[in-house]
Nanobody
Framework: VQLQASGGGLVQDGGSLRLSCAAS????????MGWFRQAPGKEREFVAA????????RYTGSVKGRFTISRDNAKNTVYLQMNTLKPEDTAVYYC????????????????WGQGTKVTVSS
């Protein structure tokens, strides 16, 4: 099982980025998906998660209204659309998966992917 994240980069304050995470190795639609981030010198934190079918999402408070998580089960891919980015969003972003969205939002997913770096300049 592999999770391959991409889409990170350098963006200015107020800009947008879309992260993607492609999954392979098992039935994608059987698993909830999530995004986490780790800023320099800080612990990894939950950002967003989405249920297996995509009918429900969860977000941490600091990104509500700015970030949107979505998934395309036909493409085995989960996305994180990030708008109105702020310098405090600078971090390495990781995708993760678990059968249950609750474990994702509690920060205990079954499987982590590698990260993609997002830098927001002021």
């Amino acid at each position: 099982v592999q999770l391959q994240a991409s889409g990170g980069g350098l963006v200015q304050d107020g800009g947008s980025l879309r992260l993607s995470c492609a999954a392979s190795g098992r039935t994608f639609s059987d698993y909830a998906m999530g995004w986490f981030r780790q800023a320099p010198g800080k612990e990894r934190e939950f950002v967003a998660a989405i249920t297996r079918s995509g009918d429900s999402t969860r977000y941490t408070g600091s990104v509500k209204g700015r970030f949107t998580i979505s998934r395309d089960n036909a493409k085995n891919t989960v996305y994180l659309q990030m708008n109105t980015l702020k310098p405090e969003d600078t971090a390495v972003y990781y995708c993760a998966t678990d059968r249950f969205i609750g474990r994702l939002s509690r920060g205990s997913p079954e499987l982590w992917g590698q990260g993609t770096k997002v830098t927001v300049s002021s």
